[in-house]
């Protein structure tokens, strides 16, 4: 299953879950890859991903679509094994910010999708990091991927938001990819004791939103296990944020 977490609003948490999710994926023994197509490298710098071999970053992979190659790569050679046993990661580049205007003016839109149809059998969970702005490559992810998680910071702002996103998503479904669900709402840094994050959870739900029953709180450990550059299932399986992932993950369909 692929799936994408996308909100075009910054900082709502999309390369912390991606990371966790997959680590989480990963450690309960699923092969799992993870794609960051974020210039920022979040997720990259997040799993502590530094020595990789010469041009075998995300960039790389974009770019022999558009340069001409005897024999192009295939995507495997683009997939590199992390910290986390059974996770692999396509890693983030700078440099997709130069190549964008080129691969989208030569409708490489649907490249992403063909590379990740080769490692179907290989990995049973991909996730896909995306930055946050619908730019040539988030759609290609959303193109790509069968299930799009919306991670929200329970704020007005955030759900204002999701009603543009969740036509631009029925619109991508109708021209370029009917596979695509919204599988999940995550509500991130829900604060419990506080009045108006219950009540925007309640309003989405009421509209139909498909909010997942797992609310992640707020909690400095996830800033510590960003600083650690270590996933939260490595560095504190038992803290509370750690079992709410385990509980996304739990969640999400399997197939
Ligand atoms: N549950 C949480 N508890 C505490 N802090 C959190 C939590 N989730 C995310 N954060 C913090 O919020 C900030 C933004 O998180 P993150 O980078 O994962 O968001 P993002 O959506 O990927 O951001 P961007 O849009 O810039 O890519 C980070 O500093 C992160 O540590
Ligand atoms: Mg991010």
């Known amino acids: ?96 910010t130069e190549l964008e205007s080129e691969l989208d003016s030569r409708h490489k839109i649907y490249k992403l999708r063909e590379a990740l149809d080769s ?45 543009s996103l969740q036509q631009k998503i029925a619109e991508i479904k109708e021209d370029h990819n009917e596979n695509l669900e919204i599988e999940g709402i995550i509500a991130n840094q829900y604060m419990t004791n506080a009045n108006l994050p219950k009540q925007i959870i309640n309003e989405l739900i009421a509209e139909g939103f498909p909010v997942l029953s797992e609310y992640i709180g707020q909690s400095v450990k996830m800033r510590e296990s960003h600083q650690a550059k270590k996933p939260l299932i490595l560095l504190a399986p038992k803290h509370k944020l750690t079992q709410s992932l385990i509980g996304i993950f739990e969640l999400l369909d399997k197939n």
């Open 1 to 96: 299953m692929i799936r994408v977490l996308f909100n075009k609003k910054g900082g709502v948490g999309k390369s912390s879950l991606t990371v966790n999710l997959a680590a989480i994926s990963a450690t309960q023994g699923y092969r799992t890859l993870l794609i960051d197509l974020d210039t920022q490298c979040n997720s990259t710098s997040y799993l502590n991903v530094t020595d990789l071999p010469k041009e075998s970053s995300i960039a790389d992979l974009f770019e022999q679509t558009i340069t001409f190659h005897l024999h192009r790569r295939p995507t495997s050679e683009f997939c590199h094994p992390t910290q986390v046993e059974n996770l692999d990661i396509i890693a983030g580049s700078e440099r997709l």
């Open 119 to 163: 490692l179907k059998s290989t990995y049973q969970h991909i996730f896909i990091d995306t930055a946050p702005a619908l730019n040539f490559y988030s759609m290609s992810a959303l193109i790509a991927a069968q299930r799009c998680l919306i991670p929200i910071d329970c704020d007005d702002f955030a759900r204002q938001g999701l009603y």
